[in-house]
């Protein structure tokens, strides 16, 4: 006797059903979605109303003429401003601009302006990962006035620095070490402020790899700055070097906004700037030490451990060829998100502490991580909300004032002081997850 077939039911999608579960479950996707949304609209109007201001764009412009003409001598590379003083990711990057654009401001603006909503994309993609603060806190990011005018009314290079850096914490987040690293030594060939991020980096990817893994992540970065110099380094490697890769430049007094209060004899002496790097070179080891090792013993605990660590594998390859499994698979821990970027801004935010000079599009290097760091501090959310505004205002004093630069200083430090009385989270992801995603990194 036959049996009939019974029909099978049909069943919903299911991936449309998580993503709809996912969203009524974090309302911060939805929220982040129309932020996002608001935020072009917003930046649409500015572009169409407000007028543009120049200052680097022709100086930029002339760069790039000279480089189009077969110029490689970055002495002969000016501007209004003066030699050229970014690498050569700058070069091609704004040499595109130029063929896209005819060097017209107008079509300029409108790319910098689909150029910022990919960066608070990305910005937004990372802050509802971490988790770090509440949805409503996510529209800090889109109420700064300098950070607009930065992208679609003075077009600086900085923009694009930073959008690519943002992009390199992608990959970071999923553990994507060696893509990261490349990603981020585009951003360093456009602007080399990225170099800020370099020490909490290194740190990071101790913790997550092993020497082998390491030395082959920062070749790859090492490889992206040959073969993007390599036009320059061929013809002219001294002149290239030199003013690509400035460590010492002077910044003009009259421009900063966070030491504007100090005479302008001290702020342009050796002496200065040496005490300021001492200062950072400090804050990032004591960080380091208190805080992002606290849970490896220190800094110089953590160091050991992995010398040993490195030393012990080697003798076991050496004895054990063919046993490659103690090689792929010990001191393989993965970090978390929140360690990653609380570790990467605080490095960061360091820096700017510590900069000589921070001029008014230096904003855009730090603007984008400081709802994240605030909330990473035990304040109040009042307080928290009042530092955000006290800082912003400060970079919308035009010119700096001895009392606006004070202003600024003060409140970088009361933040940095916060970050540093938080406790300390445990970095790795607890042995359950790892072992899972382990098994799929190893699949």
């Known amino acids: 006797m036959a049996?009939?077939?019974?029909?099978?039911?049909?069943?919903?999608?299911?991936?449309?059903?998580?993503?709809?579960?996912?969203?009524?479950?974090?309302?911060?996707?939805?929220?982040?979605?129309?932020?996002?949304?608001?935020?072009?609209?917003?930046?649409?109007?500015?572009?169409?109303?407000?007028?543009?201001?120049?200052?680097?764009?022709?100086a930029y412009m002339s760069q790039v003429d000279g480089f189009i003409e077969g110029e490689r001598d970055y002495n002969n590379l000016k501007g209004d401003t003066g030699p050229l003083v970014y690498p050569a990711g700058?070069?091609?990057?704004?040499?595109?601009?130029?063929?896209?654009?005819g060097g017209q401001v107008f079509p300029a603006q409108i790319i910098f302006g689909f150029l910022y909503i990919v960066n608070l994309g990305i910005?937004?993609?990372?802050?509802?990962?971490?988790?770090?603060?509440?949805?409503?806190?996510?529209?800090?990011?889109?109420?700064?006035?300098?950070?607009?005018?930065?992208?679609?009314?003075?077009?600086?290079?900085?923009?694009?620095?930073?959008?690519?850096?943002?992009?390199?914490?992608?990959?970071?987040?999923y553990q994507k070490w060696h893509l990261s690293l490349i990603i981020f030594s585009v951003a360093v060939s456009v602007k080399m402020n990225v170099l800020l991020y370099a020490p909490p980096l290194l740190l990071l990817m101790l913790k997550a790899m092993d020497i082998v893994g390491v030395i082959s992540a920062l070749t790859g970065a090492a490889l992206v700055q040959i073969i993007l110099g390599l036009p320059f380094i061929w013809s002219f490697p001294v002149?290239?070097?030199s003013n690509a890769f400035n460590?010492?430049?002077?910044?003009?007094?009259?421009?900063?906004?966070?030491?504007?209060?100090?005479?302008?004899?001290?702020?342009?002496?050796?002496?200065?700037?040496?005490?300021?790097?001492?200062?950072?070179?400090?804050?990032?080891?004591?960080?380091?030490?208190?805080?992002?090792c606290k849970h490896e013993g220190g800094l110089v605990s953590f160091l050991r451990s992995r010398f040993i660590q490195m030393q012990l594998k080697t003798s076991l390859i050496s004895s054990f060829p063919i046993n490659r499994s103690y090689k792929s698979s010990s001191?393989?821990?993965?970090?978390?998100?929140?360690?990653i970027v609380t570790t990467m801004f605080t490095g960061n935010f360091i820096g700017?502490?510590?900069?000589?000079?921070?001029?008014?599009?230096?904003?855009?290097?730090?603007?984008?991580s400081l709802p994240y760091l605030l909330w990473r501090t035990p304040f109040p959310t009042i307080v928290r909300l009042l530092l955000f505004a006290g800082v912003e205002f400060c970079w919308n004093v035009f010119p700096s004032t001895f009392y606006s630069s004070i202003a600024l200083l003060c409140l970088h430090l009361i933040i940095l002081w916060g970050l540093w009385t938080a406790p300390p989270e445990y970095p790795y992801e607890n042995d359950k997850s790892q072992t899972g995603k382990k098994a799929k990194l190893q699949s």
């Open 90 to 101: 700058f070069l091609y990057i704004y040499s595109a601009i130029q063929y896209v654009t």
């Open 247 to 292: 460590l010492g430049r002077v910044f003009i007094h009259f421009w900063s906004v966070n030491f504007k209060f100090v005479p302008e004899r001290i702020f342009v002496s050796k002496e200065f700037a040496l005490i300021l790097l001492v200062a950072h070179l400090s804050c990032l080891m004591i960080f380091a030490h208190y805080r992002w």
């Open 352 to 368: 700017i502490v510590c900069a000589r000079s921070l001029h008014y599009q230096f904003y855009s290097w730090y603007f984008c």
């Open 239 to 241: 002149e290239y070097l």
């Open 3 to 58: 049996i009939a077939a019974v029909p099978k039911r049909k069943t919903p999608n299911k991936k449309s059903k998580t993503l709809i579960q996912n969203l009524y479950k974090n309302p911060k996707i939805p929220f982040a979605f129309a932020l996002l949304l608001a935020d072009a609209v917003l930046t649409a109007l500015i572009i169409a109303y407000v007028p543009y201001t120049k200052i680097d764009w022709d």
């Open 331 to 339: 001191a393989f821990k993965l970090l978390k998100k929140e360690h």
């Open 123 to 173: 910005m937004l993609f990372i802050y509802v990962k971490t988790d770090v603060i509440p949805w409503w806190a996510l529209t800090l990011l889109s109420l700064s006035k300098r950070l607009h005018s930065i992208f679609v009314l003075r077009l600086f290079n900085d923009c694009f620095a930073m959008t690519i850096f943002h992009a390199s914490l992608l990959p970071l987040l």
